[in-house]
């Protein structure tokens, strides 16, 4: 059960052959023997998840089931829950109880799916390795020794270790779809404005986007389905018929242009990662695409441009957290400019401090126009290489990551390595463009490699159906770490 398609565990429900309890218990069980090694959970709450699942079985019976209904799924724990924690991986959260749902959860609970728990990450999705996050390290199931990428870590982690049929992340600068590549696992990042940020904690909110992670694109789709909706409390949200994004699946790759960045295929990048993702295009072209050479001159710049404007929208956002209204308090101050102080110096991480003196310091007077302002210039520009790439290509395609999972504590200590980490994925989301990883293979030491594919806008249909015939022609996907 812990590997079949939500397509299957959706018919078995609907055959009576499993019940979401039963089936909820498998996972909350696999969780409890598996979770104490690779922490991708900072919480789960037997009750809460087993009240739904019940709450699913009568839905069921009573014959008004949707696709998903019953299905128990893996929340990051940046999407808040009424009536479970959500800390965002952070202390200055740790006690945090949200009065309400973010949009994405109220979709999920009206599609009456069961939450399984909340998914371990970097400390307010700030990091590419999960080691930033309070409540301790996530291993990498193909490797313990490695990091399972990040922020949506213990997403990707809960997903190659079973211990959940499917969850949600967040992708501001990559967070789905490199943790998606180290750990073996499908994940999408939507248009921006497709999913709502309602009720997702704010990290830069230009930037950040809700999506799936799954084993396949398959799942992805099922799971796109029922995130997407137009949602007024996000003002950012899109106004758009729903569509089915699973409508594309069959469609043949005959014909379809995938654009090669000649820019992703040179320096920096893993001969292991190289050789994975030729492999991957050879099949593609046996699946009858056709492949042509394109460039995205201004990609290198994407990962300074990206620095500057996600840690000044997240000082901004982040300022929220000033221990008058929700979050950690200092138990001892004086004034209250000292209560902000100790609170906030208390409540944050190292790498969270870093980025809101970072954005701070780009937002100044004397400094705005100098790094701010010269970002937004460079976004414009790195999107403009995007729309010139699609009027030659359908789809676009290289690696995801440079490397396959490293070791932990490998690059913690030079902020500059990790950040390069994203060399890949930034652009996709300075550009407000749908992007996604799937597995093509392993590299270095057994590790996973994900292949990257990025679609113009509202494209999700269209990069579902071409991962998903990648899939059907290829086992990448299905392939599992040892003792799991
Ligand atoms: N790794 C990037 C960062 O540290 C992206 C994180 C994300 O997408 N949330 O900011």
């Not at 079985?57 to 008004?64: F, M, Q």
């Not at 967070?175 to 404005?193: D, E, F």
């Not at 995801?400 to 060399?423: E, H, R, W």
């Not at 463009?433 to 057994?446: Q, V």
């Amino acid at each position: 059960m812990q590997n079949a398609s939500l397509k299957q565990l959706s018919a078995a429900l609907a055959a009576k052959q499993i019940s979401s309890v039963e089936l909820t218990r498998l996972f909350l069980d696999r969780i409890k023997a598996l979770n104490g090694d690779l922490n991708a959970f900072i919480t789960v709450d037997e009750g809460f998840s087993l009240a739904q699942a019940k709450a699913a079985d009568a839905r069921l019976a009573a014959g008004t089931a949707d696709p998903l209904t019953g299905i128990p799924i893996a929340h990051k724990d940046i999407f808040v829950t009424r009536g479970m924690r959500t800390t965002c991986a952070s202390k200055m959260l740790e006690n945090y109880v949200s009065p309400y749902d973010a949009h994405v959860i109220e979709q999920f609970s009206a599609a009456g799916t069961v939450t399984l728990g909340k998914t371990n990450m970097d400390e307010f999705a700030m990091g590419s390795s999960n080691e930033t996050s309070y409540f301790g390290k996530v291993k990498n199931p193909w490797a313990r020794e490695a990091v399972p990428g990040g922020s949506s870590g213990g997403a990707a982690a809960s997903l190659a270790a079973r211990m959940a049929p499917a969850a949600t992340g967040t992708d501001t600068g990559g967070s789905i779809r490199q943790p998606a590549a180290l750990c073996g696992v499908s994940g999408l990042k939507p248009t921006y404005g497709t999913v709502s940020r309602f009720g997702m904690i704010a990290f830069a909110s230009s930037l950040d986007q809700g999506g799936p992670m799954a084993k396949s694109a398959e799942d992805l789709g099922l799971l796109l389905n029922v995130m997407t909706g137009f949602d007024p409390r996000d003002s950012t949200s899109l106004e758009r018929d729903k569509e089915d994004y699973t409508r594309d699946l069959d469609r043949p790759l005959q014909g379809l242009r995938i654009g090669l960045p000649k820019e992703h295929f040179g320096e920096g990048l893993g001969a292991d990662v190289a050789k994975a993702i030729e492999a991957a295009l050879t099949e593609f072209k046996k699946l009858g695409a056709i492949i042509v050479d394109i460039s995205l001159p201004n990609g290198r710049l994407s990962v300074p441009a990206y620095y500057v404007i996600a840690p000044a929208e997240a000082s901004s956002n982040l300022s929220r957290f000033d221990g008058v209204r929700y979050g950690h308090r200092a138990p001892e101050y004086g004034d209250l400019m000292d209560m902000y102080k100790k609170s906030r110096a208390q409540g944050f991480g190292a790498e969270v401090k870093r980025r809101i003196l970072i954005g701070t310091y780009v937002l100044s007077h004397g400094y705005y126009d100098a790094y701010y302002l010269k970002a937004q210039k460079l976004r414009r520009l790195i999107a403009q290489d995007f729309k010139a790439a699609f009027e030659q290509c359908d789809l676009i395609l290289g690696p995801t990551s440079p490397s396959v999972a490293f070791d932990i504590g490998a690059k913690a200590a030079d902020p500059v390595q990790m950040y390069l980490n994203d060399i890949y994925t930034i652009a996709a989301n300075l550009a407000g463009l749908p992007a996604m990883s799937i597995p093509c293979g392993f590299g270095n030491h057994g590790r996973p490699v994900g292949l990257h594919i990025v679609g113009n806008y509202f494209t999700e249909a269209r990069m579902l159906g071409a991962a998903h015939q990648y899939q059907q022609a290829t086992d990448w996907h299905t392939h599992q770490p040892q003792g799991i």
